[in-house]
């Protein structure tokens, strides 16, 4: 099992920034993938941005050049920075970690507003 806990949410205004953390506990030698998924209101839960344990990224067009994803093994967690925010980035942003067999963890998620 792995547990996930995310911080760093909150309100912010467009062209602000916000930085998301994710800590992982429990199992974490297993895990292979870690990212973020964002959900808008009445819209499917998508990718914002992942990196492997191998040091591989990956990003939702909407976000390259503003949001950056990093990971620090050693501490067992995965940031979010995200800059020049815009409306259309709220949602409630969840980590999700994947593990070497396949397995599946999310995050409680935490909400993201940004005001135009």
């Known amino acids: 099992q792995v547990q996930l806990v995310e911080s760093g949410g909150g309100l912010v205004q467009a062209g602000g920034s916000l930085r998301l953390s994710c800590a992982a506990s429990?199992?974490?030698?297993?895990?292979?993938?870690m990212g973020w998924y964002r959900q808008a209101p009445g819209k499917q839960r998508e990718l914002v941005a992942s990196?492997?344990?191998?040091?591989?990224?990956d990003y939702n067009d909407s976000v390259k050049g503003r949001f950056s994803i990093s990971r620090d093994d050693a501490k067992n967690t995965v940031v979010l920075q995200m800059n020049t925010l815009k409306p259309e980035d709220t949602a409630v942003y969840y980590c999700?970690?994947?593990?070497?067999?396949?397995?599946?963890?999310w995050g409680q998620g935490t909400q993201v507003t940004v005001s135009s």
């Open positions: 990196a492997t344990s191998g040091g591989s990224t």
């Open positions: 999700k970690a994947t593990s070497l067999a396949g397995y599946i963890y």
């Open positions: 429990g199992r974490i030698f297993s895990v292979n993938v």
